[in-house]
């Protein structure tokens, strides 16, 4: 009896350990494939998909980054515009025309050649689409589709087999930094119907696979144009939605690199020897807005009042470990046009109790706070943030109710108008002022990014003739003029810029986290 | 001739009134002698007291927060200041353990007793009138005891909403059947007894039957089973608090305050072992006491 106790243990035992060796050499690790160079990629959620005009989300751009090539790209840790699959190009004196000449030699990654006929085809399926629901990027980018009165692209043409010539119906300053943005990638003409699920770019990795809501899997793209590159042999992304139980997967090298680090474990992750933590360059804007369409918050008295009521200082010590600065304009000081002589709204509950006074309500009022329920780069407990700031609000007779949903329903309620007072953030996608002040505060995009339902004729005059100002100084004056409108009206109480944490295994190397949130592989290696 | 069929032994009014007073005191004797009962109530005691004076007792209020920059007090481990130390927001973990008995136990509380409510009504209902009434009542009790009761509870407040009322409207409805199966059970058995028949044949209305001579003999099952799941309830809205469907911030609802703490587990136990001894105490009073009631009340268990 108790022998063959023994022998069933033992028997256990056998196969628990042969079961974990599949497991290991499946996910690629040492076993006998020691050369092959695997980085495996943690992140809190799944792409929502990998055809690149056609998602917003930054877990789908995450991988999109990695198969497919922009015309122009960002430099390594800024939004500066370098040469990609264009080698060169040439702009007009009046700013209306964009020629391009184009790498010669490149290949998608299923044999067609990358041509000035695959760049025409590109533009002309976003262009043509006027589906402001699926190309949604391509409309707040370029002001809509072809025909439409803001459009601003008038023609895409191949002039030879390697020249595109871009004609525009008026001036964009950042026409270049758009190009360059991971939604405008160029991909297969060939595969346009399939490359929502299977991708097909010219970019340093091949995709291979895509386990829904697990893992995708990229290889080497061989021919890469970049000489020597990519180092690394594999990437799988894989999904693990828990930051705490991602770092575990770290620390145990499951994984190679991660986002979404606690700021409370950094301490503990800088103190392990086997891990490093990497800063992402700080690029967003945490924010509480306020509904300005919505008792009590149309009364700029009001919006004012709370301004002075958030002890930013407090939220950053207590939720940020101190990686963030406090904001003070809609947008981060690292992007040009950035106002430094705007004086943010003191921490001063007294002025605060006056305002509202003068604003009618001297004893305060009721209302809701809205807390997003995942943790964003931007703000990594958004309930915990709501508590503190509704418990200083509390004391100026503002009681507010901390509401949540679910993220999806969040922000689509947000969108509608029904929060009257909401935490959300932005982070930029191309690094300028244009894709923070107009993207979230101009009357137009009211219904889609301006979630605070701001209107103001008078910025919106100076937002709109920024965008067609080429002069960069002469632009950046705008900009700073309506951060100034933008503080006396108080759409927002600005709370945060965050410099949000990645940790990675000691062995990562070349790896340089990217300001707007996702990041070329292409340099990284594995010691 | 009413007042007279009221007891078996016809008896001058105001004595009537003391005489059911002696299977009480009976049953208080013996509770007495009972050592883990005794301990059952003073715990118990012990949190009401606390709840009921917890602007006293407390060092502070729910919701003071120490983390700005002149007052930083956050996750402090337990000191002579802060006896259970502090949570993320610089709060007095002990300050909100106290104000915390207050949600609980009034939780529990209304909660059982709106099963209790409900679930008699039901039972009596059912076991006296028999029949197709009682098919029914019966069969929708099975129907709600097949399904998981916390699953059940998660699924009602998913449909009200989540909060702290809902939560305990949730925890009434589950724990109905317990009671409506207990009360039926004892009706059952009650109504074919001599001092019913003799109601009945002169002439009593059944309402009067019902609640002045079926319920009252029912009591005692009452009792004891609602001491019991007075237990189970604080648990279930601790849980519910936990998934974040009971108590919404800044409430110190003890399971949401777990829950709260959870990321804090290895760098501030603190804040997550003092709401959990709490919930673990009340739940061991209820339970001790509710047992010492059981082994008084129940005439089967005496020996």
Known sequence: MKKSLIWALAAIMLLSVALAGCNSNSDGGDGDKSKEQTLIFGRGGDSVGLDPATVTDGESFKVIKNVYDTLVEYGEQDTNVNPALAEEWDVAEDGLTYTFTLREGVKFHNGEDFNAEAVVKNFERWMTSGDSGKFAYYASMFGGFKGDEGHVIKSVEAKDDYTVEFKLNRPQAPFLKNLAMTPFSIAAPGEFDKIETEPVGTGPFKFVDWKRNDRITLEKNEEYWKEGLPKLDKVIFRAIPDNSNRLNALKTGEIHLMDGVNPSDVAEIDENADLKTFFRPSMNVGYLGFNT???????????????????????????????????????????????????????????????????????????????????????????????????NFAKIGVDAEIVSYEWGTYLEKAQKGEAPMFLLGWTGDNGDADNFLYT???????????????????????????????????????????????????????????????????????????????????????? | MA???????????????????????????????????????????????????????????????????????????????YWFGTDDFGRDVLSRVIYGSRISLTVGFFAVLGSIIIGSTLGIVAGYYGRWVDTIISRLFDIMLAFPSILLAIAIVAVLGPSLRNALIAIAIINVPNFGRLVRSKVLSIKEEEYIMAAKAVGMKDRRILFHHILPNSFAPIIVQGTLL??????????????????????????????????????????????????????????????????ALDPKMKS
């Open chain 1, 293 to 391: 369409q919505m008792e009590p918050f149309n009364d700029k008295k009001v919006r004012q009042a709370l301004n002075h009521a958030v002890d930013k200082e407090a939220l950053i010590k207590a939720f940020y470990e101190g990686q963030a600065e406090p904001a003070k304009n809609p947008m981060p000081p690292v992007i040009d046009g950035y106002n430094d002589d705007v004086e943010a709204y003191p921490f001063d509950l007294e002025k605060a109790k006056q305002l509202l006074a003068e604003a009618g309500y001297p004893d305060g009022f009721k209302t809701e706070l809205w807390a997003m329920p995942v943790p964003r780069p931007y703000m990594p407990d958004g309930k915990k943030a709501a508590e503190a700031i509704a418990a």
């Open chain 2, 3 to 81: 007042e007279l069929a009221r007891n078996e032994n016809p008896i001058e009014p105001k004595q009537q009134e003391e005489k059911p007073a002696s299977p009480w005191r009976d049953a208080w004797k013996s509770f007495r002698k009972n050592k883990l009962a005794l301990v059952g109530l003073g715990i118990v005691s012990f949190f009401v007291f606390l709840a009921v004076f917890a602007p006293l007792i407390a060092p502070e209020g729910i919701n003071d927060q120490k983390i700005s920059s002149d007052n930083y007090a956050k996750l402090e481990a337990p000191s002579s200041e």
């Open chain 2, 230 to 295: 007075i237990a189970t309830a604080i648990i279930e809205t601790a849980a519910l608090g936990f998934l974040g469907l009971g108590a919404k911030a800044p409430t110190p609802e003890w399971g949401t305050m777990l829950a709260d703490a959870r990321q804090f587990i290895t760098d501030a136990p603190w804040t997550m072992i003092f709401p959990g001894l709490a919930i673990m105490l009340t739940v061991l009073g209820f339970n001790l006491m509710g047992d010492g009631l059981r082994d």
């Open chain 1, 440 to 527: 979230l505060l101009d009357k137009d995009t009211i219904d889609s990014n301006n979630y605070s339902r701001f209107a103001n004729d008078e910025l919106h005059e100076i937002l709109v003739k920024a965008q067609s100002t080429p002069d960069k100084e002469k632009r950046a004056e705008l900009y700073k003029e309506a951060q100034v409108i933008l503080h006396e009206e108080a759409p927002w109480v600005p709370l945060v810029h965050s410099k949000p944490a990645l940790a990675g295994l000691k062995t990562v190397e070349g790896f340089q986290p990217h300001p707007t949130g996702s990041d070329k592989l292409t340099n990284v290696s594995l010691k």
